[in-house]
């Protein structure tokens, strides 16, 4: 089952605006994480937020999470061409459910960023 | 240090037919992973092993098989290809339980399967 839902499902600004993306998870976790995926290739870590933090920043990515309402946003600043790509949160629902030993994916937002 | 390496990257198979997927890590990480990625459903975890020796079913273990002889090595086999196996299969490979430490997780290229 999708633990991870990512809002909206598609993306499209202009280069220089900022881009937010949603999850939304629906059980207990103990950390969340985004990727990226570009068209064609294998998924590269973005950054990671444990449950017990509440905002991350990693260059021009700002991370937030909200236990509470069990969602996440991913904010790029400054976008450029090079960020147009599929983003995917993830979380380790499952393990900390007692299930499986490993990452449970959301479907993806596809940003594209015109030039 | 190639990282995560996938092959074969494309494959057509007919139905029936069985194959290996096959994954390696030089980063001498415990953990590996197989997962499918389908059009609008994100990845799945279908396999992983916590170290040499040790494997287990993820989400969708159906239709495959996996075994762990060595830390570097992590094949996927599928016994009897079904036109629903047709996908995209990513390896991933970390030092632990990344999610759980914070480690990062490293995918593979991924592999691209059409079964026929």
């Known amino acids: 089952s999708q633990q991870g839902e990512e809002d909206p499902q598609a993306l499209s600004i202009q280069e220089g605006e900022n881009a937010t993306m949603n999850c939304s998870y629906k059980?207990?976790?103990?950390?969340l994480q985004w990727y990226r995926q570009n068209s064609g290739r294998g998924l590269v870590h973005l950054i990671l937020i444990r449950s017990n933090e509440r905002e991350k920043h990693s260059g021009r990515l700002r991370v937030t999470l909200d236990t509470s309402k069990k969602s996440s946003s991913l904010l790029i600043t400054a976008s450029r061409a090079a960020d147009t790509a599929s983003y995917f949160c993830a979380t380790d629902a499952g393990y900390s459910g007692g299930g499986a030993d490993g990452l449970t994916f959301g479907k993806g937002t596809h940003l594209i960023i015109q030039p | 240090n190639a990282g995560v390496t996938q092959t074969p990257k494309f494959q057509v198979l007919k139905t029936g037919q069985s194959m290996t997927l096959q994954c390696a890590q030089d980063m001498n990480h415990e953990y590996m992973s197989w997962y499918r990625q389908d059009p609008g459903m994100g990845l799945r975890l279908i396999h992983y092993s916590v170290g040499a020796g040790i494997t287990d079913q993820g989400e969708v273990p159906n239709g495959y098989n996996v075994s762990r002889s060595t830390t570097e090595d992590f094949p996927l086999r599928l016994l009897s290809a079904a036109p629903s196996q047709t996908s995209v299969y990513f390896c991933a490979s970390s030092y632990n339980r990344g999610w759980v430490s914070g480690n990062t997780i490293y995918f593979g290229e991924g592999s691209w399967l059409t079964v026929v």
């Open positions: 059980t207990s976790i103990n950390n």
